[in-house]
């Protein structure tokens, strides 16, 4: 990283999958006017191209080739970021349940995360970034000023799941997205590689009954205490 990235202010946002942290982390960067990097868009290309490859999710050092060279890039289209792998928009296709579970496991392996290190450091840009993740403000931007662990009990991140799938005419169970999300809590807090946890300066928000607005204005206050931002 050079001396002029590092004067970048990164504002990280941490937490479990369900927690809001996307959401929240994008509502920030377009309140701030900052760069939006989505860590785990990442991870989900990764899965997505093994799976089109059939390559083995146990195989580490395949899939540390593939996030190797993969050929991703982001485009910013009608105020949403598109995902192109290959030349094509996998927006949609990342966002699929059996991409969200393989991208868990991808995501697990020490040799993956190395790989994809520096091409999310890149993001770091005037004026800032916005990080979300697992690992941002831990890991990936140590040095971050501002650093948010956001959460929600494991009922809540069911519920909000089970109702973005109902509305987009998917039918599944509220007790198999329980059990996902709590065999996926346990993959991400236990691995080797970047285990989530809060780093030792974040704050700690549990979005559990809180509006989305809610949670924002606290994030936003935590902004203004410790980054000199534009708007706000």
């Known amino acids: 990283m050079t ?16 927690s809001g942290k996307g959401t929240i982390a994008k509502l920030l960067a377009e309140r701030l006017k900052y760069s939006l990097l989505d860590s785990g868009a990442l991870y989900r290309l990764t899965a997505l191209a093994a799976l089109n490859r059939d390559a083995d999710l146990s195989d580490e050092a395949t899939l540390t080739e593939i996030a190797a060279n993969l050929d991703i890039r982001f485009e910013l289209r009608d105020g949403e970021v598109a995902a192109l792998l290959e030349d094509r928009d996998v927006s949609r296709d990342i966002r699929m349940e059996r991409v969200s579970m393989a991208a868990s496991k991808v995501a697990a392996m020490p040799g993956v995360r190395a790989a994809l290190l520096q091409r999310q450091r890149d993001f770091r840009r005037v004026p800032g970034l916005v990080a979300d993740g697992r690992d941002m403000g831990t890991t990936v931007f140590p040095d ?13 991140r069911a519920r909000r799941r089970f109702e973005q799938l109902r509305e987009k005419g998917v039918s599944v169970s509220l007790r198999d997205l329980l059990e996902d999300i709590r065999a996926r809590d346990a993959r991400d807090m236990n691995r080797a590689a970047s285990p989530l946890a809060p780093a030792e300066d974040a704050v700690e928000l549990d979005s559990t009954g ?7 204005q606290t994030v936003l ?11 706000g």
């Open 144 to 156: 971050a000023p501002v650093k948010v662990f956001l959460t929600a009990s494991a009922e809540e």
């Open 210 to 216: 809180v509006d989305i607005d809610g949670v924002l």
């Open 221 to 231: 206050q935590l902004v203004r205490d410790r980054i000199r931002v534009r708007g």
């Open 3 to 18: 001396d002029k990235q590092s004067q970048v202010p990164v504002i990280t946002i941490d937490g479990p999958s369900g």
